[in-house]
């Protein structure tokens, strides 16, 4: 057997050993984690890392959870897939483990949309992005079920089960990496700094106030884990050596002054281990496979705690990212200055003294906000829509159904006629109102408006935005409700003919967009069966041209219809 073998994203190497869990019921239909990013500042015995068969690896180590945070947004959907990840999710293949892990203990039968947004955070640097993905997927599935998994379970469950991704193009399949467990430790422990041993187990732990200089070389070149591994295997010797030489004299340093100093909320005294650990024991050098220039910049980077330029100085993990703990801006200034004069790219964030952050959905947040409404006011109106509205009588009714901005419910009030302006948002009416349009605040499948009322609907890019397809059917029958007989409806909808990479279908004609809410996307003649189903007759079609909105194209198909 290869010693860190390849294997699928469903393989368990250690089952779940923690509570009996008995009778999991789901308790949200969602939910969104911000899971915080750790810098492994030591190993406590570094000979541990080395290969065992059991996968589960003891050295313990010095972990320092940072407000760089991954994102997990999870929503339970009606699906055949028991999993669908959206698009824009880079490392699938680790939330496909983070779920098959978890699916293996609470043995769910809910279908679920997953995604994880990484931002800056790079990975294979030191960040233990890897491990905190898994970490943050399987925390977000344990928070729905209201966490029946202890978290000290959770952590050694993750640990003995850890993997990273052997390329971007391979979505199945792992790596075997050694985890210490750090990445699930500085998510699931309430604390800035803590201290793990044995099987990753935290024994002390601190909350400190401070700020995070990162550096990571600019001309570092990102390798995918297999290579990593094949280095690793080739250096694993001295990691072993510097165990041999120096782990009874970190663990006696441990016990007898980090631990204590701890206790008394003192950084000082681990601090000097990890330094003397990382800078004198050989550490850097048996890590330097990753980046052949980290010895060099160690020789220049040690200043920095020699001379009291920070209170706290570590390579993290195996690298090639350095970081300084500081207490001021003048400390803040010499160390950034120091990795800019190394050419290192540079973060600035806070030690994190808390788990992860738990957020309830808000679908409706996009519309809420206020650059939203403001796009929204601003938009001009389209000419096919225009040269529709102008054919009609003066004297008729019309209703502007998701009126968003106003755009059109002004151009027909400037026509000189009767309009009255619907919206599920409020706060999308401010300029509506500043004009003297009459406006209903209302849901396009629950209108606030008699039977047989108008003239004229405009339906102009509104349906689309029905979170179900029930939602949607139902919008238009609400349409035939208020619309008198032989009435008009001028009705713009995006179409599924155009799918870009900012959607992703999940079932049911629905299709989820990072950081909005879903939409419904139908085909042409999956609208037109609709129509027709609510007796309406296609008088015409008006328009239909790909449009750019920014996160992507969209098919516009216009129709002009009559009841």
Do not use: P, W
């Given at each position: 057997m290869e010693k860190f073998p390849k294997y699928r994203y469903d393989y368990i190497f250690n089952q779940y050993n923690g509570k009996e869990i008995k009778d999991t019921k789901i308790l949200k239909d969602g939910l969104i984690v911000k899971y915080p990013c750790r810098l492994d500042a030591m190993a406590i015995n570094p000979a541990a890392v080395c290969y065992n068969d059991s996968m589960v690896f003891t050295p313990g180590e010095v972990v320092i959870s940072t407000k760089k945070y991954i994102v997990v947004t999870i929503k339970k959907i009606e699906s055949k897939n028991e999993l669908t990840i959206s698009k824009t999710t880079k490392r699938k293949v680790l939330v496909k483990h983070a779920f098959y892990l978890m699916k293996s203990v609470l043995r769910f039968i809910e279908s679920f949309y997953i995604d994880v947004n990484d931002g800056e955070i790079p990975k294979h640097c030191g960040f233990g992005s890897s491990s905190s993905t898994i970490a943050a997927v399987a925390s977000a599935i344990n928070e729905l079920y209201g966490c029946p998994i202890a978290n000290d379970d959770l952590i050694k469950y993750l640990a003995s089960n850890h993997g990273e991704e052997i390329s971007d193009d391979d979505e199945n399949n792992l790596k075997m990496v050694q985890c210490i467990g750090g990445g699930a430790t500085n998510g699931l422990v309430k604390s800035g700094i803590i201290i793990t041993a044995g099987k990753a187990t935290a024994i002390a732990k601190m909350d400190y106030a401070g700020r995070i200089v990162i550096g990571v070389p600019k001309d570092f070149e990102l390798k995918d884990a297999n290579y990593l591994m094949e280095k690793e295997e080739e250096n694993l010797y001295k990691f072993k050596k510097t165990g041999e030489l120096y782990s009874e004299k970190i663990a006696y340093n441990l016990l007898h002054k980090a631990l204590p100093g701890i206790i008394n909320g003192n950084i000082k005294e681990l601090a000097d281990i990890v330094f003397d650990y990382r800078f004198n024991m050989g550490s850097i050098e048996n890590c330097s496979f990753v980046y052949p220039n980290m010895v060099n910049q160690a020789s220049k980077i040690r200043k920095l705690y020699e001379n009291n330029k920070c209170e706290f100085l570590a390579l993290s993990s195996v690298g090639p990212a350095y970081f300084a703990i500081v207490k001021d801006d003048e400390q803040l200034k010499e160390c950034t200055k120091m990795f800019n004069d190394l050419d290192m790219d540079i973060m600035i964030t806070e030690v994190n003294n808390d788990t992860y952050i738990v957020n309830d959905i808000d679908d409706n947040a996009f519309w809420n906000k206020d650059e939203t409404r403001n796009q929204f006011q601003n938009r001009s109106v389209s000419k096919y829509i225009t040269d529709e509205i102008?054919?009609?009588?003066?004297?008729?009714?019309?209703?502007?159904?998701?009126?968003?901005?106003?755009?059109?419910?002004?151009?027909?009030?400037?026509?000189?006629?009767?309009?009255?302006?619907?919206?599920?948002?409020?706060?999308?009416?401010?300029?509506?109102?500043?004009?003297?349009?009459?406006?209903?605040?209302?849901?396009i499948d629950n209108l606030p408006i008699q039977d047989n009322m108008f003239d004229v609907i405009l339906?102009?890019?509104?349906?689309?935005?029905?979170?179900?397809?029930?939602?949607?059917?139902?919008?238009?029958?609400?349409?035939?409700?208020?619309?008198?007989?032989?009435?008009?409806?001028?009705?713009?909808?995006?179409?599924?003919?155009?799918i870009t990479d900012d959607l992703t279908f999940v079932g049911n004609s629905r299709y989820e967009i990072n950081e909005r809410q879903p939409m419904i996307l139908l085909s042409k003649e999956e609208i037109n069966n609709l129509f027709n189903k609510y007796c309406f007759k296609i008088i015409k079609n008006v328009d239909e041209h790909i449009t750019d909105v920014g996160s992507g194209k969209r098919n516009v198909y216009t129709i002009l219809l009559k009841k």
């Open positions: 102008d054919k009609l009588d003066c004297n008729l009714k019309v209703v502007d159904i998701g009126c968003g901005g106003g755009r059109y419910s002004r151009y027909v009030k400037q026509k000189g006629m009767f309009v009255i302006a619907v919206d599920k948002y409020s706060n999308m009416a401010t300029s509506i109102l500043e004009d003297n349009i009459t406006f209903m605040q209302g849901c339906s102009i890019g509104v349906i689309h935005n029905a979170v179900t397809l029930e939602e949607y059917e139902k919008a238009i029958s609400e349409m035939y409700r208020i619309l008198r007989q032989n009435g008009l409806i001028i009705f713009s909808v995006f179409t599924n003919d155009v």
